[in-house]
Each structure stands twice: as structure tokens, then as C-alpha cells.
């Protein structure tokens, strides 16, 4: 994990570097792809997180985006659309799998009701942590 920490520190700062040198809104998105998908596989190489690896990259450069004016405004605004519709697109990816995998369990008695105690466990749980936080 300290490595996907450093590494990520380390790849947002070049990749900060780089938007900062480039002028073209459509290069500046394909570095941001590039940072993500290059980074990834760096990492995964180098045997160090790849995930924590790229969020911390993406704080970094998300940070430097949004405070540190390296980008025009119509780059940080396409970059922004750019990463909002890929996390649109793979939200709806990730629940049309869930439904898949949900079309292939197999229901029986035993099954239903451990799902059905298991919500009520959760419902109250959730219950007693909302009484609790108007007293905060």
C-alpha cells in the first residue's frame, strides 16, 4: 500500500508536470487515459497496488486541476465530463453484472430467509445510527 501511495504521488506530479506544458484540451484528457491505464500496469508490474496507486495519482491531478489553474477552463471542464461519463458508464456496467450474476443464484428456503433477517439486521442498525446522530 506505502508503495500505490508513493507511486501514485509520484505519477500525479509528472502527469500534473505534463498538463501544465500542454495547450490542446483533447491531448490533455488522453494523458489523464494514459495516466490511468499506464499507470495501472506500471504498478501492477512493479508488484505495488495498482488501484491506491490511482487514486492517489487521481487526487493529485484532480487537486492540481482544480486549485492550481495548470489546465484552461475548457480543459478542466472536458476532463471533468470525460471522468464523470467513464464513471457513469461503468457504474451501469457493474450493477448489469450484479443482475446477471442475481439471474444465476439459486433460491431456497434457507437462502431467502437468511436474506431477509440479514435486511431487517441491517435496517435497524441503520435505524440506531440515525437516532443517535441528531444528538450530534
Known amino acids: 500500500m506505502g508503495g500505490g501511495i508513493a507511486f501514485g504521488v509520484l505519477s500525479g506530479w509528472i502527469t500534473s508536470k505534463a498538463l501544465r506544458n500542454v495547450n ?21 508490474v512493479l508488484g505495488i497496488s495498482g488501484p491506491i496507486a490511482m487514486v492517489v495519482s487521481g487526487l493529485f491531478v484532480g487537486h492540481s486541476i482544480h486549485t492550481k489553474n495548470i489546465v484552461s477552463d475548457k480543459t478542466e471542464s472536458y476532463v471533468t465530463k470525460f471522468w464523470e461519463l467513464i464513471d457513469v458508464l461503468f457504474n451501469a456496467l457493474l450493477f448489469l453484472l450484479i443482475g446477471l450474476e442475481f439471474i444465476s443464484i439459486n433460491f431456497t428456503k434457507l437462502g431467502i430467509i437468511a436474506g431477509i433477517v440479514g435486511v431487517v439486521i441491517v435496517f435497524l442498525a441503520d435505524l440506531s445510527r440515525l437516532k443517535y446522530s441528531f444528538y450530534y
Open 24 to 44: 490542446n484540451y483533447e491531448v490533455e484528457v488522453m494523458i489523464t487515459l494514459a495516466l490511468v491505464m499506464g499507470g495501472y500496469s506500471l504498478a501492477e
